[in-house]
């Protein structure tokens, strides 16, 4: 397997994973192209994606507001046919030492949707494997969906003397996303 990790718009990658990105989260709940390319243009994301035989097999999208500490896992999807084999797993574990090996990261946030379906409950689960914890209970819904989303958090250095609270860490999520969308 090979693991790829690009901070810059690379065309080519991206009609590689593009698929699997907009079958993972639909439409309207992925970030247009436009908007992405210029996240690379502003260095404020990184692409990862894990190829076999140059097939991709997953592909994430992490992120970070400059000067910040915290690194946002924004989207990981893993195509349809692999879920449940333990890719996501082993993808993240590489996300996990990429972020490590960035000295500036104390830890990686998540957010979930956190209504109580199935498919929910597994991706809280999924994440629970991966070491992250939710926060708290505090649940925040964005003003363009009526989906509810709690922080989880995976510490990469020690815990902070003073616990983080998932108000907190989904208001610096809320912040990200505001700067992804303001164009160059």
Known sequence: MEFITSNHWDEELWQNVRGIYTVAF?????????????????????????????????????????????LLLDYLAVRKDLRGR????????????????????????????CDE????????????????QLL????????WGPQHYMAMVLYLKSKPATPLKGEDCLKY???FHKESYKLM
């Open 117 to 132: 379906t199935p498919q929910n409950i597994a991706r809280i689960h999924f994440w629970e494997k991966c070491g992250f």
């Open 26 to 70: 639909g439409e309207h709940a992925t970030k247009p192209e436009k908007i992405i390319r210029n996240m690379f243009a502003r260095n404020l994301c990184s692409l990862h994606v894990l190829k076999e035989s140059d097939i991709v097999l997953s592909m994430a999208l992490t992120g970070s507001l400059p000067g910040s500490s915290v």
């Open 173 to 175: 999520m809320a912040s």
């Open 136 to 143: 708290d209970d505090y649940k925040h819904c964005y003003k």
């Open 86 to 113: 333990g890719v996501g797993i082993a993808f993240f574990d590489y996300i996990n030492e990429w972020a490590r090996s960035q000295n500036q990261y104390n830890r990686i946030l998540v957010e979930v949707e």
